[in-house]
């Protein structure tokens, strides 16, 4: 499997820790930071424990006011609770860009945030994943976020299919699915976005987009591809389960209505 061909990086900068921080006296960004859901900060209130808080982090901006980067629910939580003060972590002399990217770092393996809103988190960041992925979803005048004749869905999927082959390959992955089934909302399915991606990512260079758009569409609609792909997963097909695999059985699709018709030589082997 591809390595992910981004990253996110931070230049060194100075961190106060542990430091007690009035909660009047933050912020909250909501271009980097996820949306702030007012019903878990009140479950957190209901049964909150001062002393489990743990630290919040923090950015302190040029201008000395203080920014939240991690931690909003149990900041707010603590001001539904009537708590004055709350220990943080105070970065200093990062941008807003540079605070979304801290934000993403923070919860890559904690309590990770919709993928829509790291998406847009991502964006304000300026991270290169999320950028070249929003670049080339408006190349086909797409939106990311629901899926619809216009929209995606998968924010995850198609983040994937950046972050494992290239923005060259998921420009060529929405190309193939529009010529294969035309412009409407089951051709963005993630499933088969993904399946396609993950066949041009590895065959691409021996394969002619648009003679492989063709062969997709001989084998039915993407309406059609969907209900087979989840048909097969349900029973078991190619080993499937779970999203990852129904992906997996979409590329053996792909891989199957690309061979079909050609001589053993100039077949692909999945």
């Known amino acids: 499997m591809p390595k992910a061909r981004y990253t996110f990086e931070l230049p060194t900068h ?9 909660i009047t006296d933050l912020n909250i960004d909501p271009q980097a930071q996820r949306t702030l859901n007012e019903r878990r900060a009140q479950q957190i209130a209901n049964n909150v424990v001062r002393e489990a808080i743990g630290s919040i982090i923090v950015s302190q901006r040029d201008d000395g006011d203080l920014y939240i980067v991690d931690g909003q629910h149990r900041w707010r939580a603590c001001a539904l609770a009537g708590i004055p003060t709350i220990r943080a972590d105070i970065h200093h002399g990062l941008n807003q860009a540079q605070e979304a990217v801290l934000f993403l770092i923070k919860n890559r393996e904690s309590h990770k945030p ?8 991502g964006l304000t960041g300026g991270v290169p994943l999320f950028v070249d992925t929003d670049r080339i979803l408006r190349k086909h005048d797409l939106a990311l976020g629901s899926t619809s004749t216009n929209g995606v869905g998968a924010v995850s999927g198609v983040l994937q299919i950046t972050d494992r082959h290239g923005s060259v390959i998921f420009d060529r992955t929405l190309t193939v699915a529009e010529d294969a089934w035309g412009r409407a909302p089951e051709t963005w399915d993630g499933m088969l976005l993904g399946g396609i991606g993950q066949f041009l990512g590895r065959w691409g260079d021996l394969v002619d987009d648009s003679d492989l758009a063709k062969k997709i569409n001989r084998m039915g609609t993407a309406a059609k591809w969907r209900s087979e792909i989840l048909s097969m997963s349900s029973r078991g097909g190619f080993n499937n389960s779970g ?8 590329y053996r699709m792909v891989v ?15």
């Open 14 to 22: 100075t961190v106060d820790y542990g430091q007690e921080v009035a």
């Open 243 to 250: 999203t990852g695999s129904r992906v997996a059985t979409a």
């Open 114 to 121: 919709r993928p829509i809103d790291e998406y847009h988190v």
């Open 256 to 270: 199957n209505a690309w061979n079909h018709g050609r001589t053993a030589a100039k077949r692909i082997e999945p």
